[in-house]
C-alpha cells in the first residue's frame, strides 16, 4: 500500500497518453487543483456532396418504400428525425418530392 502513495499523478498522465487524451493541467496556486481538457473535436460543415449524398439516400428510399418512415431514414442516413424532417422539408419546398395522403398512412412520391 505505501509504494502507491504519490504515484496518482504519474497514474493519472500515463492512462491519459494510453487513452490519446490532452495532459491535465495542474495548478497550485492556492487550493491544488486539476483540468480536464476535452479532447478538440474539429467540426465538418457539410457541403453540396453531403447533402447530395443524404438526398440520394433518401430518394433511394422512397423508390424502394414510398410509406418510409422518418425513423427509417433516419437510420439509414444517420441523422435525426428531425433532420431527415428537414431534409424532406427542404425536398417538398424545392418541388422534388410530394406528400401523397395524410402524414399517417399516406406516401412520399418523387416528383423529378
Not at 505505501?2 to 497550485?28: C, D, F, H, T, W
Not at 456532396?49 to 433511394?60: G, L, N, P
Not at 414510398?66 to 418541388?95: C, D, F, H, P
Request: charge should be positive.
Amino acid at each position: 500500500m505505501v509504494e502507491q502513495i504519490g504515484s496518482g499523478i504519474s497514474r493519472m498522465n500515463k492512462l491519459m497518453n494510453e487513452a490519446a487524451l490532452p495532459q491535465p493541467e495542474y495548478r497550485i496556486k492556492g487550493m491544488f487543483t486539476v483540468i480536464f481538457k476535452r479532447p478538440v473535436k474539429t467540426v465538418v460543415k457539410p457541403d453540396d456532396t453531403v447533402v447530395k449524398t443524404v438526398e440520394e439516400i433518401i430518394f433511394q428510399l422512397i423508390r424502394m418504400n414510398s410509406k418510409a418512415s422518418s425513423m427509417e431514414m433516419a437510420e439509414a442516413t444517420n441523422l435525426t428525425i428531425r433532420g431527415v424532417e428537414y431534409q424532406l422539408n427542404k425536398l417538398k419546398n424545392s418541388g422534388k418530392i410530394e406528400r401523397v395522403g395524410p402524414a399517417n398512412g399516406g406516401y412520399w412520391r418523387i416528383t423529378d
